[in-house]
């Protein structure tokens, strides 16, 4: 029988909408026999996962979600990390570094739609955010505000590029992000790779040191899985998957957990410290 696993899923420590200990409580409502945690830059919901996982009964992990800067695609590329050590030399501070650029980039955001009129202040974007800040941040205080009705119409107004209140992202480019991981004994993997770029820039990645790919993944149909599929097992790499799930409010409230067969879940499992 299929096992359900979730490899890629957020808290309130980034953009999600539930605790660690809610997200675990979550997990096992769904059946999810395997739930890691994959937070945009940050590893601080770990104390309180593994907590959860102990008493509720589950497995956990711990992974994480860094999101990319740089030309072209690279502007579109999150690479997730599993079986790091979070306590590696000089692994915590490169992510407060991150966290610290999007802090700036979250403020130049708010001046931008500040300069269009709106009532918005650094404060109720801030207000709330238990650590990584990101645009959805800024999108739900645009909610609370009365400015949209959610996180979709606010990216989709003001927050994607091209839009007027976008702003460049500041985080690392990917082969740094990819280095950080490997560097913490961990296997970087490339999040949601429909909106990476086309083959040649999926292989320049592969160049880069990326060790997996999301292929059952939430948002993927049919084609793409077994495209990414193909992808994967040409180049060498790791098959992972999950639903992305950010929780209740934020747009992306898919079920949580991805069916696996024993096949496809052996190797992941083996990196999943």
Request: aromatic letters at 6%; hydrophobic letters at 40%; charged letters at 25%.
């Amino acid at each position: 029988m299929p096992k359900r696993v979730e490899l890629h899923c957020h808290s309130l420590y980034s953009d999600g909408t539930l605790t660690p200990a809610e997200l675990v409580a979550r997990a096992v409502k769904n059946g999810v026999e395997l739930l890691t945690l994959t937070d945009h830059d940050s590893v601080s919901g770990g104390p309180e996962l593994f907590a959860a996982g102990r008493e509720l009964g589950l497995d956990v992990r711990l992974g994480i979600e860094i999101n990319c800067a740089g030309e072209g695609a690279a502007d579109r590329v999150h690479v997730l990390g599993y079986g790091f050590d979070p306590k590696s030399p000089g692994f915590e501070a490169r992510l407060a570094e991150f966290r610290e650029r999007r802090t700036v980039r979250a403020k130049r955001i708010v001046e931008n739609l500040r300069g269009l009129g709106f009532p918005i202040e650094f404060e109720h974007v801030a207000s709330g955010v238990k650590e990584t800040l990101g645009r959805p941040h800024v999108a739900d205080a645009l909610r609370r505000l009365g400015i949209v009705k959610s996180r979709k119409e606010a990216f989709d107004r003001f927050l994607i590029k091209g839009k007027p209140g976008y702003v460049d992202s500041m985080g690392p480019s990917p082969r740094e992000a990819i280095a950080l991981i490997r560097d913490a004994g961990g296997v970087a993997c490339l999040a949601h790779p429909q909106t990476a770029g086309k083959e040649n820039e999926l292989d320049e990645l592969h160049r880069a040191g990326l060790q997996g790919i999301e292929v059952l993944y939430s948002g993927h149909t049919a084609s793409q899985v077994r495209h990414y599929g193909d992808w994967a097992l040409a180049k060498g790499l790791l098959a992972v998957g999950g639903s992305d799930f950010h929780g209740p409010g934020t747009g992306r409230e898919e079920k949580l957990g991805i069916d696996y067969d024993d096949a496809a879940l052996g190797p992941v499992a083996e990196v999943l410290h």
